[in-house]
C-alpha cells in the first residue's frame, strides 16, 4: 500500500450530490479508489486497514492533492460546488491537516467552489475537547464538517451538537427501509430528520435509488440527495462533463 501510495495509485472519483428541488447539482463526494494496472479497487477492500494502520494520513493529503488539480483543470461550472472529503479522528490528532487547508485557502486555488469534510460517527473520537478546538480553527477558514453514517455508530445527539457540524448526513441503511413501516429503522429515519430540522442542521440523504425515496424524504424536508437515482460515483473526466448536462 506504501508502494501505491508513492506512486499515486489513489485517486478520487466523485459522486453527485443533488438538490431534489431545483435537480441541480449542489457538491459532491470524494471517494477513493485503487487504480490498479487492470482494475478499479473498492474502498472496502483497502479502507480499513488504511485506517487502522494510520496510512490513511497521507492519502487523504495526497487525495486532496488530486482534488484540487482536478478543480483546477477541469471544473468549468460556473455555480459554486462543495467536495466532501472522507476524513477520520486520528485527522483532528494533529495539525497537519489543518495546515494543508489553510494553504489551499491562502493560494485560493478552488476559485469560486469549496472544500468540505466529512467524519463518520462510526469511528469514536478520543479526545473530544481537543477535536473541537481542532475543528474550530478549520471552520475559521470557511470549511464545514458533515457528520457521516448518522445513526449507525458511536455518537448520539449530544455528541453532533458539540462537534459543531453543518449536515447530517442520513446513511442508506435507514433509507432502505423508506416504505417499509414495519421496520424498526423505518421510525428511526424519521426520528433523526426530526432531530436535525429541530437542531437546525442541512441533512443530506445517501444511497437513494428510488423515486419513491426522493419523495419520502422531500416530504419532510430533505431535498439533498445523494445516490444511484441520479448519480454514480465516477472518474474525474465523466464527472466534471456530467456537471453541465445534469443541470440541462
Ligand atoms: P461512505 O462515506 O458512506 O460513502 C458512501 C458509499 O455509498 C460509497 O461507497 C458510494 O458509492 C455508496 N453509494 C452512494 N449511493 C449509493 C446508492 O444509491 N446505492 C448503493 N448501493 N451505494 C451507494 P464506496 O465508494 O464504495 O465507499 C465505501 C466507503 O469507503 C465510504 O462510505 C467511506 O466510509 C470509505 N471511503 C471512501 N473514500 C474514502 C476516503 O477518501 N477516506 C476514508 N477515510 N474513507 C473513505
Ligand atoms: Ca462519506
Ligand atoms: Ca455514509
New binding site residues.
Given amino acids: 500500500m506504501k508502494l501505491g501510495i508513492k506512486r499515486k495509485e489513489f485517486i478520487p472519483?466523485y459522486?453527485a450530490i443533488i438538490d431534489s428541488n431545483t435537480g441541480k447539482t449542489v457538491g459532491c463526494?470524494?471517494?477513493?479508489?485503487w487504480k490498479m494496472a487492470d482494475r478499479m479497487v473498492?474502498?472496502?477492500q483497502f479502507?480499513p486497514f488504511?485506517?487502522s494502520s494510520g496510512l490513511?494520513l497521507d492519502?487523504?493529503k495526497s487525495?486532496i492533492d488530486h482534488v484540487v488539480l482536478d478543480i483546477q483543470k477541469l471544473c468549468k461550472f460556473e455555480q459554486s460546488l462543495f467536495f466532501s472529503?472522507?476524513?477520520?479522528p486520528e485527522h483532528l490528532e494533529s495539525d497537519d491537516l489543518y495546515l494543508l487547508l489553510k494553504q489551499i485557502m491562502q493560494t485560493n486555488v478552488l476559485g469560486h467552489h469549496r472544500l468540505s469534510l466529512?467524519i463518520?460517527e462510526r469511528l469514536p473520537i478520543k479526545d473530544l475537547n481537543a477535536a473541537r478546538e481542532r475543528l474550530n480553527k478549520i471552520y475559521s477558514l470557511g470549511i464545514d464538517l458533515k457528520i457521516?453514517?448518522a445513526g449507525t455508530g458511536y455518537g448520539g445527539f449530544s455528541y453532533i451538537l458539540n462537534l459543531g457540524v453543518s449536515t447530517l448526513?442520513i446513511?442508506?441503511m435507514f433509507v432502505d427501509t423508506i416504505g417499509n413501516t414495519e421496520s424498526f429503522n423505518a421510525k428511526t429515519i424519521d426520528a433523526i430528520i426530526g432531530f436535525a430540522n429541530q437542531s437546525g442542521l442541512e441533512m443530506i440523504a445517501?444511497?437513494?435509488?428510488s423515486q419513491n425515496q426522493v419523495e419520502y424524504l422531500a416530504q419532510r424536508g430533505v431535498h439533498l440527495i445523494?445516490?444511484?437515482?441520479y448519480a454514480?460515483?465516477e472518474p474525474a473526466d465523466t464527472f466534471f462533463q456530467q456537471l453541465q448536462k445534469r443541470q440541462g
Fill in positions: 472519483y459522486q463526494e470524494v471517494l477513493m479508489r473498492p474502498p472496502n479502507i488504511a485506517e490513511i492519502m487523504t487525495l472529503i472522507n476524513i477520520v466529512e463518520t457521516d453514517d448526513k446513511d442508506k445517501e444511497g437513494v435509488e445523494q445516490g444511484y437515482v454514480k460515483p
